[in-house]
Antibody
């Protein structure tokens, strides 16, 4: 079945780095645009980053620009989020999601999320 | 940045009642608006895309309407599994993609 499974979350000190992964299965990952979306504890949804199917023209929320990098390895059906210079306000559940259309649209498949906690 | 304002913040209703949720955009998003449902401890689920189209597998009691700046999600008769938080999201003017703050539909 169509599935996204995130991994790589954990507890990290402020200023450190973490790399999240999202393994895709059940659909053609190499033709799918993808997102990272996060949700701070008790808060709403926040779009973090977008990457098209071929990895070009990536976009980021201002809150993470210059610190986070979205990437993908189509041969491995995997999406990544490299998070550097982490701050307390980056604490959240991080979801990967598939774009419904293959361009910027809405998100029709979601993973269950991985929790990132930034704390000293 | 387009700001989406959802109202009410909380809606207290009984099973079988009709739920009407609002999402207002700070500027026109044409019909490029989606609705998601999120239950505690779960990922969001796409309900409606392009303002009025139900996503795959979504029951017909869920309907969306509106265009421009004012949108509505209607649940015609609440089932027990419909008590959740609902978010709207626009894709017309990006980046950034933006979400509303959510409406919680709770059991009265």
């Amino acid at each position: 079945q169509v599935q996204l499974v995130e991994s790589g979350g954990g507890v990290v000190q402020p200023g450190r780095s973490l790399r999240l992964s999202c393994a895709a299965s059940g659909f053609t990952f190499s033709t799918s645009a993808m997102y990272w979306v996060r949700q701070a504890p008790g808060k709403g949804l926040e779009w973090v980053a977008f990457i098209p199917y071929d990895g070009t023209n990536r976009y980021y929320a201002d809150s993470v620009k210059g610190r986070f990098t979205i990437s993908r390895e189509n041969s491995q059906n995997t999406l990544f989020l490299q998070m550097n210079s982490l701050r307390a306000e980056d604490t959240a559940v991080y979801y990967c999601a598939r774009d419904r259309l293959g361009v910027v649209a809405d998100m029709d498949v979601w993973g269950r999320g991985t929790t990132v906690t930034v704390s000293s | 940045e387009i700001v989406l304002t959802q109202s009410p913040a909380t809606l207290s209703l009984s099973p079988g009642e009709r739920a009407t949720l609002s999402c207002r955009a700070s500027q026109s998003v044409r019909n490029y608006l989606a609705w998601y449902q999120q239950k505690p401890g779960q990922a969001p689920r796409l309900l409606i895309y392009d303002a009025s189209n139900r996503a795959t597998g979504i029951p017909p009691r869920f309907s969306g309407s509106g265009s421009g700046t004012d949108f509505t999600l209607t649940i015609s008769s609440l089932e027990p599994e419909d008590f959740a938080v609902y978010y709207c999201q626009q894709r017309y003017n990006w980046p950034p993609l933006t979400f509303g703050e959510g409406t919680k539909v709770e059991i009265k």
